[in-house]
Protein backbone atom coordinates (compact mmCIF):
# COMPACT_ATOMS: atom_id res chain seq x y z
CA UNK A 1 0.00 0.00 0.00
CA UNK A 2 1.52 3.64 -0.84
CA UNK A 3 0.94 6.44 0.88
CA UNK A 4 -0.76 9.23 -0.89
CA UNK A 5 0.14 12.54 0.07
CA UNK A 6 -3.80 13.59 1.00
CA UNK A 7 -3.08 10.92 4.18
CA UNK A 8 -1.95 13.92 5.96
CA UNK A 9 -4.97 15.69 6.88
CA UNK A 10 -5.33 18.91 8.34
CA UNK A 11 -4.23 16.93 12.17
CA UNK A 12 -1.42 15.23 11.17
CA UNK A 13 0.11 18.50 9.24
CA UNK A 14 -0.66 20.39 12.62
CA UNK A 15 1.46 17.52 14.83
CA UNK A 16 4.31 17.62 11.95
CA UNK A 17 4.27 21.64 12.14
CA UNK A 18 4.39 21.57 16.23
CA UNK A 19 7.18 18.91 16.05
CA UNK A 20 9.50 21.24 13.87
CA UNK A 21 9.09 24.12 16.39
CA UNK A 22 12.56 24.91 17.89
CA UNK A 23 11.77 23.50 21.88
CA UNK A 24 8.52 20.89 21.22
CA UNK A 25 9.83 17.69 21.24
CA UNK A 26 8.31 14.04 22.23
CA UNK A 27 6.77 14.99 26.02
CA UNK A 28 4.86 18.18 24.66
CA UNK A 29 3.52 16.68 22.72
CA UNK A 30 2.34 13.59 24.42
CA UNK A 31 1.47 15.91 26.98
CA UNK A 32 -0.93 17.90 24.38
CA UNK A 33 -2.37 14.82 23.13
CA UNK A 34 -3.16 13.31 26.32
CA UNK A 35 -5.17 16.60 27.30
CA UNK A 36 -7.49 15.95 24.84
CA UNK A 37 -6.94 18.53 22.54
CA UNK A 38 -6.21 18.35 19.16
CA UNK A 39 -3.13 19.39 17.43
CA UNK A 40 -4.98 20.89 15.09
CA UNK A 41 -6.41 23.27 17.62
CA UNK A 42 -3.08 24.69 18.93
CA UNK A 43 -1.63 25.40 16.11
CA UNK A 44 -4.24 27.22 15.02
CA UNK A 45 -4.51 29.55 17.87
CA UNK A 46 -4.17 33.12 17.93
CA UNK A 47 -3.17 33.96 21.71
CA UNK A 48 0.36 33.88 21.77
CA UNK A 49 0.19 33.38 25.76
CA UNK A 50 -2.43 30.41 25.14
CA UNK A 51 0.49 28.90 22.90
CA UNK A 52 3.18 29.53 25.19
CA UNK A 53 1.18 28.04 28.15
CA UNK A 54 0.95 24.59 25.82
CA UNK A 55 3.97 24.80 24.73
CA UNK A 56 6.68 24.60 27.51
CA UNK A 57 10.14 26.13 26.53
CA UNK A 58 9.80 26.83 23.37
CA UNK A 59 11.66 29.56 20.85
CA UNK A 60 8.65 31.56 22.10
CA UNK A 61 9.65 32.06 25.31
CA UNK A 62 11.55 35.43 25.99
CA UNK A 63 10.75 36.71 22.50
CA UNK A 64 8.99 40.69 23.65
CA UNK A 65 6.42 40.47 20.74
CA UNK A 66 5.54 37.30 21.44
CA UNK A 67 1.51 37.68 19.01
CA UNK A 68 4.18 38.18 16.22
CA UNK A 69 6.99 35.66 16.78
CA UNK A 70 4.31 32.84 17.41
CA UNK A 71 2.70 34.10 13.50
CA UNK A 72 6.14 33.94 11.85
CA UNK A 73 7.15 30.43 14.15
CA UNK A 74 3.76 29.07 12.86
CA UNK A 75 4.52 29.92 9.02
CA UNK A 76 8.00 28.32 9.18
CA UNK A 77 6.62 25.58 10.82
CA UNK A 78 3.73 24.78 8.68
CA UNK A 79 6.04 24.94 5.45
CA UNK A 80 8.62 22.52 7.10
CA UNK A 81 5.11 20.47 7.68
CA UNK A 82 4.09 20.47 4.23
CA UNK A 83 7.85 19.86 2.78
CA UNK A 84 7.89 16.90 5.33
CA UNK A 85 4.90 15.19 4.28
CA UNK A 86 6.05 14.80 0.87
CA UNK A 87 9.25 12.80 2.48
CA UNK A 88 7.12 10.72 4.46
CA UNK A 89 4.49 10.31 1.35
CA UNK A 90 7.53 9.37 -0.84
CA UNK A 91 8.87 7.39 1.80
CA UNK A 92 5.72 5.23 2.35
CA UNK A 93 5.70 6.27 5.70
CA UNK A 94 2.11 7.14 7.87
CA UNK A 95 1.16 8.63 10.76
CA UNK A 96 -1.60 6.92 12.72
CA UNK A 97 -3.33 7.69 15.46
CA UNK A 98 -4.99 6.07 18.33
CA UNK A 99 -8.79 5.73 16.71
CA UNK A 100 -7.30 5.33 13.47
CA UNK A 101 -8.81 2.06 11.33
CA UNK A 102 -5.14 1.12 11.06
CA UNK A 103 -4.42 1.87 14.58
CA UNK A 104 -2.99 -1.88 16.08
CA UNK A 105 -5.75 -2.63 18.96
CA UNK A 106 -3.32 -4.61 20.62
CA UNK A 107 -1.64 -1.19 22.09
CA UNK A 108 -4.76 0.00 23.62
CA UNK A 109 -3.66 -2.57 26.41
CA UNK A 110 -1.26 -0.16 27.63
CA UNK A 111 -1.36 2.04 30.53
CA UNK A 112 0.67 4.28 28.42
CA UNK A 113 -0.60 3.79 24.49
CA UNK A 114 1.22 5.71 22.33
CA UNK A 115 -0.29 8.72 21.33
CA UNK A 116 0.73 8.25 17.67
CA UNK A 117 3.00 5.49 15.43
CA UNK A 118 4.97 6.61 12.02
CA UNK A 119 5.00 3.21 10.29
CA UNK A 120 6.62 2.61 7.22
CA UNK A 121 5.34 -0.44 5.08
CA UNK A 122 1.99 -2.26 5.90
CA UNK A 123 0.29 -0.79 7.99
CA UNK A 124 -2.29 -3.40 8.33
CA UNK A 125 0.33 -6.25 9.20
CA UNK A 126 0.69 -4.51 13.00
CA UNK A 127 -3.06 -5.28 13.76
CA UNK A 128 -2.48 -9.15 12.69
CA UNK A 129 -2.02 -11.78 15.41
CA UNK A 130 1.59 -12.47 15.93
CA UNK A 131 4.47 -13.59 17.67
CA UNK A 132 7.20 -11.23 19.65
CA UNK A 133 10.85 -12.73 19.42
CA UNK A 134 13.54 -10.81 20.88
CA UNK A 135 16.73 -11.32 22.95
CA UNK A 136 20.53 -10.32 23.16
CA UNK A 137 22.48 -8.10 21.14
CA UNK A 138 25.54 -10.15 22.32
CA UNK A 139 24.60 -13.50 21.19
CA UNK A 140 25.67 -17.44 22.21
CA UNK A 141 25.21 -19.87 19.38
CA UNK A 142 23.09 -21.59 21.71
CA UNK A 143 21.10 -18.18 21.67
CA UNK A 144 21.61 -18.18 17.58
CA UNK A 145 20.84 -21.79 17.38
CA UNK A 146 17.63 -21.23 19.32
CA UNK A 147 16.25 -18.02 17.58
CA UNK A 148 16.78 -20.06 13.80
CA UNK A 149 14.81 -22.73 15.57
CA UNK A 150 11.81 -20.86 15.95
CA UNK A 151 12.23 -19.01 12.37
CA UNK A 152 11.90 -22.73 11.04
CA UNK A 153 8.52 -23.02 12.60
CA UNK A 154 7.54 -19.74 11.04
CA UNK A 155 5.80 -20.78 8.50
CA UNK A 156 3.76 -23.35 10.19
CA UNK A 157 2.95 -20.49 12.51
CA UNK A 158 1.78 -18.27 9.74
CA UNK A 159 1.89 -15.36 12.04
CA UNK A 160 4.48 -12.42 11.44
CA UNK A 161 7.01 -11.51 14.26
CA UNK A 162 7.67 -8.54 16.24
CA UNK A 163 11.10 -7.68 17.08
CA UNK A 164 13.84 -4.51 16.93
CA UNK A 165 16.44 -4.57 14.34
CA UNK A 166 18.97 -4.63 16.89
CA UNK A 167 21.75 -6.75 15.90
CA UNK A 168 21.95 -9.87 17.34
CA UNK A 169 18.63 -11.96 18.02
CA UNK A 170 16.29 -9.37 16.60
CA UNK A 171 18.36 -8.93 13.64
CA UNK A 172 18.21 -13.01 13.41
CA UNK A 173 14.58 -12.95 13.71
CA UNK A 174 13.42 -10.81 11.26
CA UNK A 175 16.20 -12.58 8.56
CA UNK A 176 14.17 -15.86 9.73
CA UNK A 177 10.78 -14.44 8.90
CA UNK A 178 11.54 -13.52 5.40
CA UNK A 179 13.10 -16.99 4.98
CA UNK A 180 10.06 -18.55 6.43
CA UNK A 181 8.14 -16.24 4.02
CA UNK A 182 6.05 -14.62 6.55
CA UNK A 183 6.12 -10.57 7.64
CA UNK A 184 8.25 -8.93 10.25
CA UNK A 185 7.68 -5.73 12.07
CA UNK A 186 10.43 -3.60 13.77
CA UNK A 187 9.83 -1.64 16.43
CA UNK A 188 12.04 1.09 16.56
CA UNK A 189 13.90 3.25 19.34
CA UNK A 190 14.70 6.15 17.25
CA UNK A 191 13.00 8.24 14.61
CA UNK A 192 11.51 6.51 11.58
CA UNK A 193 14.40 7.57 9.10
CA UNK A 194 17.34 6.85 11.57
CA UNK A 195 19.82 4.21 10.74
CA UNK A 196 20.32 2.29 13.81
CA UNK A 197 22.43 0.21 14.54
CA UNK A 198 25.22 1.62 11.62
CA UNK A 199 24.46 -1.22 8.36
CA UNK A 200 20.65 -1.76 9.32
CA UNK A 201 19.25 -0.57 6.40
CA UNK A 202 20.22 -3.65 3.88
CA UNK A 203 17.80 -4.99 6.04
CA UNK A 204 15.32 -2.99 6.76
CA UNK A 205 14.43 -2.41 3.05
CA UNK A 206 14.25 -6.14 3.19
CA UNK A 207 11.45 -6.38 5.44
CA UNK A 208 9.56 -3.74 3.42
CA UNK A 209 10.01 -5.66 0.08
CA UNK A 210 8.70 -8.60 1.81
CA UNK A 211 5.67 -7.35 3.41
CA UNK A 212 6.43 -5.99 6.70
CA UNK A 213 6.74 -2.87 8.50
CA UNK A 214 8.78 -0.54 10.44
CA UNK A 215 7.41 1.58 13.37
CA UNK A 216 7.86 4.15 15.96
CA UNK A 217 6.77 6.25 18.37
CA UNK A 218 9.61 8.35 18.29
CA UNK A 219 10.13 12.04 16.18
CA UNK A 220 11.90 11.87 13.12
CA UNK A 221 14.96 13.37 13.99
CA UNK A 222 15.15 11.60 17.46
CA UNK A 223 18.28 9.52 17.65
CA UNK A 224 19.75 6.91 20.39
CA UNK A 225 19.09 6.50 23.83
CA UNK A 226 18.69 4.20 25.94
CA UNK A 227 15.83 5.30 27.42
CA UNK A 228 14.03 5.41 24.61
CA UNK A 229 14.94 2.08 23.62
CA UNK A 230 13.46 0.18 27.54
CA UNK A 231 10.65 2.49 26.91
CA UNK A 232 10.50 1.04 22.93
CA UNK A 233 10.10 -2.20 24.71
CA UNK A 234 6.87 -2.27 25.80
CA UNK A 235 5.78 -1.93 22.77
CA UNK A 236 6.90 -5.17 21.49
CA UNK A 237 5.42 -6.71 24.21
CA UNK A 238 1.99 -5.77 23.75
CA UNK A 239 2.03 -5.79 19.81
CA UNK A 240 2.52 -9.91 19.99
CA UNK A 241 0.01 -12.17 21.05
CA UNK A 242 2.87 -14.04 23.10
CA UNK A 243 6.61 -13.22 23.62
CA UNK A 244 9.41 -15.74 22.92
CA UNK A 245 13.11 -14.68 24.47
CA UNK A 246 15.68 -16.65 22.72
CA UNK A 247 18.37 -15.07 24.95
CA UNK A 248 18.43 -13.04 27.89
CA UNK A 249 19.28 -12.39 31.22
CA UNK A 250 17.52 -11.46 34.47
CA UNK A 251 19.59 -7.75 34.31
CA UNK A 252 19.09 -7.03 30.34
CA UNK A 253 17.41 -4.80 28.20
CA UNK A 254 15.39 -7.50 27.31
CA UNK A 255 14.39 -8.52 30.54
CA UNK A 256 12.46 -5.31 30.25
CA UNK A 257 10.37 -6.76 27.74
CA UNK A 258 9.39 -9.77 28.93
CA UNK A 259 8.64 -7.86 32.15
CA UNK A 260 6.45 -5.72 30.09
CA UNK A 261 4.76 -8.93 28.33
CA UNK A 262 4.39 -10.19 32.10
CA UNK A 263 2.52 -7.00 33.05
CA UNK A 264 -0.03 -7.62 29.66
CA UNK A 265 -0.52 -11.12 31.01
CA UNK A 266 1.02 -12.22 27.04
CA UNK A 267 2.04 -15.98 27.23
CA UNK A 268 5.75 -16.35 27.17
CA UNK A 269 7.61 -19.42 25.70
CA UNK A 270 10.39 -20.07 28.01
CA UNK A 271 13.52 -22.02 25.51
CA UNK A 272 16.59 -23.78 26.39
CA UNK A 273 18.98 -26.44 24.93
CA UNK A 274 19.65 -29.52 26.79
CA UNK A 275 23.37 -27.53 27.26
CA UNK A 276 22.18 -24.73 28.75
CA UNK A 277 21.25 -24.48 32.37
CA UNK A 278 17.69 -25.11 33.64
CA UNK A 279 15.39 -22.55 33.74
CA UNK A 280 14.97 -22.19 37.30
CA UNK A 281 16.48 -18.69 36.92
CA UNK A 282 13.34 -17.28 36.02
CA UNK A 283 11.88 -15.07 38.32
CA UNK A 284 9.23 -17.39 39.88
CA UNK A 285 6.29 -14.74 39.29
CA UNK A 286 7.00 -15.56 35.61
CA UNK A 287 6.34 -18.93 35.92
CA UNK A 288 2.30 -19.49 35.94
CA UNK A 289 0.42 -19.33 32.66
CA UNK A 290 3.86 -19.45 30.68
CA UNK A 291 5.72 -21.99 28.87
CA UNK A 292 9.30 -23.83 30.08
CA UNK A 293 10.60 -25.60 27.34
CA UNK A 294 14.41 -27.72 26.54
CA UNK A 295 14.61 -28.06 22.82
CA UNK A 296 14.49 -29.97 20.62
CA UNK A 297 13.14 -32.29 23.04
CA UNK A 298 9.93 -30.86 23.93
CA UNK A 299 9.35 -29.22 20.73
CA UNK A 300 5.86 -31.00 20.53
CA UNK A 301 4.93 -29.13 23.35
CA UNK A 302 6.28 -25.93 22.43
CA UNK A 303 4.62 -26.18 19.01
CA UNK A 304 1.26 -26.78 20.71
CA UNK A 305 1.66 -23.54 23.35
CA UNK A 306 2.61 -21.89 20.61
CA UNK A 307 -0.35 -22.16 17.81
CA UNK A 308 -2.65 -22.24 21.10
CA UNK A 309 -2.16 -18.91 22.18
CA UNK A 310 -2.08 -17.35 18.62
CA UNK A 311 -5.70 -18.46 18.45
CA UNK A 312 -6.59 -17.03 21.84
CA UNK A 313 -7.11 -13.47 22.43
CA UNK A 314 -4.50 -12.10 25.22
CA UNK A 315 -5.64 -12.30 28.49
CA UNK A 316 -5.03 -8.36 28.77
CA UNK A 317 -7.08 -6.16 30.77
CA UNK A 318 -9.01 -4.87 27.12
CA UNK A 319 -9.85 -8.56 25.89
CA UNK A 320 -9.12 -10.67 29.19
CA UNK A 321 8.78 -27.38 12.41
CA UNK A 322 9.03 -29.57 10.59
CA UNK A 323 12.42 -29.09 11.88
CA UNK A 324 15.33 -29.82 9.27
Not at 146 to 164: C, D, I, M, N
Not at 184 to 200: D, H, W, Y
Not at 205 to 226: F, R, V, W
Amino acid sequence: MEVAEDHFDAERVAFLALSAIKGVGFETLRRISASGKSFQSVIELENADDVRSLLGRSELQGNGNAGQAWCETRKRAMDSAKRRCQELASSNVSIVFPGDRDFPPQLNDLSNTPRWLFVQGQTDVLSRRSISVVGSRKTSQDGVWLTRYVGHWLSEFGAPTVSGLADGIDQEIHSASINAGVPTIAFLGTGIFTEFPKGSDRLRYTILDNGGAIATEYLIKEGYSAANFVRRNRLQAALGNLLIPTEWAVKSGTAHTVRNAHELSRPIAFLRTPTQPDLGWVPREYVPHNGFFTIPTEQESFVKFVLRHLKSEPRSKSTQLKLL
